[in-house]
């Protein structure tokens, strides 16, 4: 059975950190890109971050650069998104997601994702 099991959130004041993770299990681990989407009350769910586990190639929204960091762990089989200098716009529920890596492709949207975590809430406050 496939899981993606995301833990990390909390309630931070803005200019904080906080560092989520996703724990995946039940699919080959080094054959597919993990990303991680955000999704505030009352807007579409957009994409935040992605990593292939297999060659570690990223990719940031705008929004994020430079604040937040993708890496993966393939002995825990486990992504983190490192997330610092919080802004209240940074407000969602996070979520992870999984789907088969493809050498050269960077970027999955949100329907190339096959399977998806219960999501973890991150509120930061002004």
């Known amino acids: 059975e496939v899981q993606l099991v995301e833990s990390g959130g909390g309630l931070v004041q803005a200019g904080g950190s906080l560092r989520l993770s996703c724990a995946a299990s039940?699919?080959?681990?080094?054959?597919?890109?993990i990303g991680w989407f955000r999704q505030a009350p009352g807007k579409e769910r957009e994409g935040v971050s992605c990593?292939?586990?297999?060659?570690?190639?990223?990719y940031y929204a705008d929004s994020v650069k430079g604040r937040f960091t993708i890496s993966s762990d393939a002995a825990k089989n486990t992504v983190y998104l490192q997330m610092n200098s919080l802004k209240p716009e940074d407000t969602a529920v996070y979520y992870c997601?999984?789907?088969?890596?493809?050498?050269?492709?960077?970027?999955?949207?949100?329907?190339?994702?096959?399977?998806w975590g219960q999501g973890t809430q991150v509120t930061v406050s002004s």
């Open positions: 997601a999984a789907t088969v890596h493809y050498s050269g492709i960077y970027y999955y949207t949100e329907d190339e994702y096959n399977y």
């Open positions: 990593i292939s586990v297999s060659d570690r190639t990223t």
């Open positions: 039940g699919f080959t681990f080094d054959d597919y890109a």
